[in-house]
């Protein structure tokens, strides 16, 4: 039963929240012991929330889940794991992470709220709204960023992450609906019928788009910040984005995957090294290169 519910909690999907960390590394306090411990504890508690909300939606969704060819084997739709238990658990760790959240930084607890109201909004209506349904995945990767903002005392941190940020979820939501789109075909409004809002020859269009201003948008991040080195060495992180971005955009267009991006990070070796490589040149950079 506890494997169960571990699984319905969605364990891989946690990787989402290490953009908590986005203010504790461009501000240049990864080495502080107090600001890591602050950001990391931040960190558990929005895998906590995050994983409430999963529950509430696998619930909500479980008729539709039982339909779909992949869903249905997990744990709720497929029986291994009570509704009763499920509801119990998502309303525990919604309610001991908000209050650990509140007696951690009172900001900060109001981002989490934010950030459960917003996702619980999503779960029960808005995922069924066209566009609206990935720019609210894209602000729930804003506010993981805003969260480690008010967890710590930053001086050098850039607006210009939030809108990177933001680009940069959308394109991988609207690469996520593409997925979804050719994987369930005929039957995909049954499915999810958001989709029905959706065509591929759109979703490629969105994607081009957002695409092209992801890029622009990250370079000129790298010499017009004002937090980052004089010495704009930011720049050299340039390729390994361009990289990063047509490696995605080739494993949704050429093979036709995508539909969990969180996995694809991870599993792509190609993707995987980009990102590795980029973050460590980027912390060089910042931290070795003033």
């Not at 992180?237 to 047509?246: A, D, M």
């Not at 490696?247 to 190609?270: F, K, M, Q, S």
């Amino acid at each position: 039963m506890l494997k169960s519910l571990l699984r319905a909690m969605r364990p891989r999907q946690w990787a989402k929240n290490v953009f908590i960390f986005a203010a504790l590394v461009f501000d240049g306090q990864l080495a502080r012991p107090e600001p890591l411990a602050r950001t990391f504890v931040g960190f558990v508690m929005l895998c906590l929330i995050s994983s409430s909300v999963y529950l509430i939606n696998d619930i909500a969704d479980i008729e539709a889940d039982r339909r779909h060819p992949a869903k249905r084997n997990r744990p709720i739709a497929s029986g291994e794991l009570a509704v009763s238990l499920a509801a119990t658990a998502a309303g525990l760790l919604a309610v001991s992470s908000l209050l650990i959240s509140f007696a951690l930084e009172a900001a900060f607890g109001w981002i989490v709220a934010s950030y459960f109201v917003l996702n619980l909004l999503y779960s029960l209506w808005l995922k069924h709204a066209a566009i609206i349904d990935v720019l609210i995945i894209a602000a729930g990767f804003v506010l993981r960023v805003a969260a480690g903002v008010s967890l710590i005392q930053v001086s050098r941190f850039s607006p210009w992450l939030y809108v990177c940020t933001t680009l940069l979820a959308l394109i991988i939501g609207f690469g996520k609906r593409r997925a979804e789109l050719l994987l369930l075909a005929e039957g995909a409004n049954s499915h999810r019928p958001v989709l029905d809002g959706y065509n591929v020859e759109l979703l490629d269009q969105l994607i081009v788009v957002v695409s092209a201003t992801t890029i622009m948008a990250y370079s000129l991040y790298t010499f017009s910040a004002e937090n980052l080195p004089a010495n704009h060495l930011m720049m050299l992180t340039i390729p390994f984005v361009l990289y990063g971005i047509f490696r995605y955009l080739r494993l949704i267009h050429v093979e036709n995957i995508g539909g969990a991006p969180e996995e694809l990070i991870l599993t792509d070796r190609p993707l995987l090294i980009t990102l590795v490589l980029w973050g460590l040149l980027s912390i060089v950079i910042l931290y070795l290169g003033r």
